[in-house]
């Protein structure tokens, strides 16, 4: 398997970055995951000389704009997801709007949508995680999102993919607002019985703070080999993890073997 970084925060050698995040999935079928901010996965995408047109399903890690808005540039895929997405969200500092591009009738007209609280397999290597069970006594506690009447958005839609390789589970996470660690653990059960090789993508955990080290304790004691945090994770998180487990920071355009 293998997944090219068509969008993280950090530009690589040829391609343009966004803050947002979008990645290619390449096992025994091809995935988008995410589509980032904007149009920018179209022009990274011709630069690398991939044609989106031939992948087989768009997955959506949850509603958020800079993973969501580049679905107004793409169509006539499957487009699978959470129900939650279509839910209007905000940032509970200035309220200001931070939720999908377009209404569920809107992509509805563009999209093949499939719905799912529970796993969905995609393949015989590729699943949608689904709603993740927060079980974790030190992941998604607090939030900074608020729904329109006010309470709080603690991104119930939050979801990843897990990749079924010859090294084991690879778990692919958007922003792992509910919890990178619950991420983990729901994936080893939606396909039980192999060890967790890699866990790539955002980890939104920024500083230093016991999150980070409890995080860190969990991929130790699961023998995780890789641990590769990109987008939204913050610099003294991405300090700490890179001197536990040492990776290549994800840029841009930038292809990964697993």
């Known amino acids: 398997m293998k997944i090219t970084i068509l969008n993280d925060n950090t530009a690589g050698k040829v391609c343009r970055a966004e803050h947002g995040l979008s ?19 179209l022009h990274n995408a011709r630069i690398l000389g991939i044609d989106l047109k031939t992948i ?34 905000f940032r509970k500092a200035d309220h200001s709007p931070l939720g999908m591009p377009a209404s569920r009738e809107e992509l509805s007209k563009r999209f093949e949508i499939i719905k799912s609280r529970e796993p969905y397999p995609i393949s015989d290597e590729l699943w949608f995680l689904g709603e993740i069970p927060r079980v974790t006594d030190f992941e998604a506690k607090e939030t900074p999102f608020e729904l329109a009447d006010g309470s709080d958005d603690f991104v119930p839609d939050d979801s990843g993919m897990v990749a079924l ?9 958007g922003c792992a607002h509910a919890g990178i660690c619950n991420i ?13 090789y890699a866990v790539i993508g955002g980890f939104h955990l920024t ?26 994770t913050g610099l003294p998180a991405l300090t700490r993890f890179y001197q536990e487990f040492p990776f290549m920071q994800i840029r841009t355009g930038q292809t990964l073997e697993f």
């Open 23 to 41: 990645f290619l999935i390449e096992a025994d079928q091809t995935i988008l995951f995410d589509t980032g901010p904007s149009d920018i996965i």
């Open 165 to 173: 390789t010859d090294h084991g589970l690879v778990v692919i996470s």
């Open 184 to 196: 983990v653990l729901h994936a080893q059960k939606v396909i039980p019985g192999f060890p967790v």
């Open 56 to 89: 087989d399903a768009i997955v959506l890690s949850h509603g958020h704009w800079d993973h969501a808005n580049g679905l107004m540039h793409l169509g006539h895929k499957p487009l699978i997801l959470h129900p939650d997405v279509f839910l209007s969200r």
């Open 207 to 232: 500083s230093e703070t016991e999150g980070v080290e409890k995080t860190i304790e969990f991929m130790k004691e699961h023998k995780v080999t890789r641990v590769i945090p990109s987008h939204c």
